[in-house]
């Protein structure tokens, strides 16, 4: 660890996928940086953890689609094994249903979505209104409100309660995806990208390193971070929106600024995955993919790496994960297996091995998988925060004009950011 006064052309704040791919755009334009991330390890919300069969398994964001092009990109780049997600055979609906009724249920859901998007988020008639309020005019069948509560509560993390419905529009209407963005994931783990990404940034890559005050001004920053002090011209905080309003610094940002980082709240996740012996729903004509629509952001997939890494993965999320977080680890895995048993038969109950990371409160990036905004006034919070306040600038996922909230719109947040940057640094004088 390097101790002292350090100084660069600019100093980016966290090494997940957007610091990342800043550090990267700046390397390539010459320009002088250094890259400071708090955790022993880069990649943010992306990591990956040994299971208790000594397996490295994503623990952390885990899927892509061909339609997220960026990201596609790099895994080609890099030589990474893409592993297409298993879907053949019978969805498997909770409380059980029969096979026709659980399509129309889900088609339901799914009509809900698209008629939700379907209206401007900038529609005054939908002005101060969230999504749970939304859905409770609709008059839709309870069964199929209570699994669109259930997709959408599990993609976002955040209880609807809280959703303002113009965000939840605006952030669906930039995931543009149109096959499942379940679609695949990396035999070696997303999180080896990461790791081959910070190899490029090599020395200028500082680990253990969270930064606890940031002084600005005209003539440029300085940072106090457990790697020591550094000086530079310029700022680019890659971290999530609450992460970044617990930053200190001086002099305090613009009120406006300091209001729009303060409107997010981390969405609730725990992921567990679950290994078997062999891959058993298969062999009963079940695709091992699984709604709750009693247990609202709960759902199962295969991810079965091959024959003889049967697998499956659990999503609790929203509410729910806030809830059963509380239970403590063996009532925890007990509520998993007895799920999974209830749905896919006796023999879920054979587990090889159970594996979770909860990260609800998650100490470096407030939750997972991305912030939302919680306030159904705050309109103006994204381009505020874009906006910046020079020579400190701001990027995140949650912000990226495609894919907010998915490692495919942190790739393109920390691109565009490092562009800025590179662009004002050009300009004469």
């Not at 919300?45 to 994503?58: H, T």
Request: charged share 25%; net charge negative; glycine share 10%.
């Amino acid at each position: 660890m390097k101790t002292g006064t350090e100084r660069t052309d600019v100093v980016i704040v966290g090494a997940g996928f957007t610091g990342l791919s800043a550090a990267l755009e700046l390397k390539a334009a010459g320009i002088d940086f250094l890259l400071l991330e708090a955790r022993d390890r880069v990649g943010g919300r992306v990591e990956s953890r040994q299971n208790g069969l000594g397996e490295r398994i994503d623990s952390g964001g885990q899927f892509l689609c061909e339609d997220m092009p960026e990201l596609m990109a790099l895994i080609e780049a890099r030589g990474k094994t893409l592993v297409e997600a298993y879907v053949d055979g019978a969805f498997t609906a909770q409380p059980a249903t029969s096979g026709r009724e659980a399509e129309q249920i889900y088609a339901g859901s799914m009509a809900i979505r698209h008629r939700m998007n379907a209206i401007a988020p900038d529609d005054p008639d939908i002005a101060g209104l969230t999504v749970a309020a939304w859905l409770e005019r609709q008059d839709d069948a309870d069964e199929v409100k209570a699994v669109f509560r259930s997709m959408i509560e599990g993609l976002w993390c955040q209880a609807l309660e809280k959703m303002p419905l113009w965000h939840l529009i605006d952030n669906d209407r930039r995931i543009t995806n149109e096959v499942s963005e379940l679609q695949y994931f990396v035999r070696e783990t997303m999180h080896s990208l990461a790791d081959d990404l910070a190899g490029d940034v090599d020395d200028r890559l500082r680990l253990n390193a969270a930064v606890t005050a940031i002084e600005h001004g005209p003539g440029g920053v300085r940072l106090i971070s457990a790697a020591g002090t550094i000086e530079a011209l310029t700022v680019l905080i890659a971290a999530p929106p609450v992460m970044v309003s617990k930053l200190a610094f001086t002099p305090p940002l613009p009120a406006a600024l300091e209001q729009a980082l303060g409107v997010w709240q981390s969405g609730a996740i725990i992921k567990v995955l679950v290994r078997y012996p062999k891959a058993f729903w298969r062999e009963r004509g079940l695709s091992g993919m699984v709604m709750w629509r009693d247990l609202h952001g709960l759902f199962a997939c295969d991810v079965s790496k091959d024959d003889s890494h049967a697998a499956l993965v659990v999503f609790i999320g929203g509410p729910l994960a806030l809830r059963w977080r509380e239970l403590g680890d063996a009532a925890l895995r007990a509520e998993v297996t007895a799920r999974l048993t209830q749905a896919l038969g006796p023999e879920a109950a054979g587990i090889l091995d159970l594996s979770y990371r909860d990260w609800t409160d998650d100490r470096w990036s407030g939750g997972a998988y991305g912030d939302l905004i919680v306030d159904v006034t705050a309109v103006d919070a994204e381009p505020t925060i874009l906006a910046g306040a020079p020579p400190l600038h701001f990027a995140s996922s949650e912000l990226s004009p495609s894919f907010p909230g998915y490692i495919e719109g942190a790739i393109v947040a920390g691109r565009i950011a490092a562009r800025k940057i590179i662009a004002e640094r050009q300009i004469p004088g």
